[in-house]
């Protein structure tokens, strides 16, 4: 047999098992929902015939998983809702590949009678809720499946517009406006998200500049509570040792830091041409520090004293 023969041959049983299969799911769907109607006056007979049925169905095909239809998505939403899975009461069910199982809930149903997961069909009944069995078969004879399927799912529900806008291009075929619908979203989203994250930066941010601060400033209370009881432990003699010790070393800090604008007072005054303003911006500089001294004194309510020849402090009372 030539290689033409044999790809046509395998072409014309691919078909005839398709449609083996859709005319296998049409009937059984007929049955699902005869069953349904007739559900509370035959009680769970029917509903174990059915059920034993797609049992028989999923051993013949051998678990082999074929395009989901609009036709089985109805028969399994049928069965979901009205929980006719149950009429196996935890019966044993032996599988094409020999293995027993129990079948007592929806997740075994979907597993050992549909074949599929149960994150699997569930997913498809909500696609075939949300867009009806016509957008649902076009959407299956495109090719659009899985993760796409989702997407076009979330932009017709955050999208009035867009919705309208699947529908249609899914009726006419149009797969290519689908593309751009899935990738406006998905660029939609990826900006949502970066400034989502720089925001979470931000304040991880500011948390950490929060915490910074207070731990400064428990370690600042700390170390007043340290220099506190430290004084107390003190005699009066030691803590004034160390007070004098403190202020001169402060002072020198400040005579320390005078030394860099003496310097940039000094060049300026060495430079021979350098403006008028400028010169007086020195002089104000100088009396700017004086005044900040003078302020100092006056608000510690310290009197004026003579640095070559100073008692007062002996005229001093307790």
Not at 24 to 41: G, R, S
Not at 80 to 105: D, F, H, I, P
Not at 208 to 232: C, F, N, P
Request: with cysteine; aromatic share 4%; net charge negative.
């Amino acid at each position: 047999m030539s290689n033409e023969n044999k790809s046509m041959d395998m072409g014309d049983i691919k078909r005839r098992k398709e449609r083996a299969e859709t005319e296998l799911d049409i009937a059984t769907t007929k049955q699902v929902i005869k069953a349904q109607n007739e559900h509370a006056a035959s009680g769970y007979s029917d509903a174990r015939d059915l059920i034993n049925q797609m049992i028989g169905r999923q051993q013949i095909l051998g678990g082999i998983h074929r395009l989901v239809t609009a036709t089985m998505v109805a028969e399994w939403k049928k069965i979901k809702e009205n929980k006719l899975y149950q009429a196996l009461n935890g019966s044993s069910l032996t599988l094409a590949s020999g293995e027993v199982v129990t079948v007592t809930t929806w997740d075994d149903c979907c597993r050992y009678i549909f074949g599929y997961s149960r994150e699997h069909v569930n997913e498809k009944i909500t696609q075939f809720d949300k867009f009806g069995p016509e957008v649902f078969e076009g959407m299956t004879q495109l090719g659009i499946t899985g993760r796409m399927s989702r997407a076009l799912r979330i932009a017709a529900n955050t999208d009035g517009s867009a919705e309208d806008e699947i529908r249609q291009a899914i009726i006419e075929g149009d797969k290519e406006t689908l593309l751009d619908i899935v990738g406006a979203m998905s660029a939609k989203h990826a900006e949502e998200k970066e400034s989502l994250e720089q925001r979470a930066k931000d304040l991880q941010g500011e948390l950490e500049a929060s915490r910074r601060i207070v731990s400064d400033h428990r370690k600042e209370t700390d170390d007043l509570k340290a220099k506190l009881y430290k004084a107390e432990s003190l005699t009066p003699d030691q803590r004034a040792g160390e007070l004098s010790e403190r202020l001169n070393k402060e002072v020198f800090l400040v005579k320390s830091a005078m030394l860099g604008p003496r310097a940039a007072i000094k060049e300026i005054l060495d430079w021979e041409e350098a403006p008028r303003d400028l010169r007086h911006a020195c002089a104000q500089a100088l009396a700017r520090l004086r005044i900040v001294l003078d302020e100092i004194q006056v608000d510690l309510q310290l009197d004026p004293v003579d640095l070559d020849y100073d008692d007062s402090w002996m005229n001093d009372t307790e």
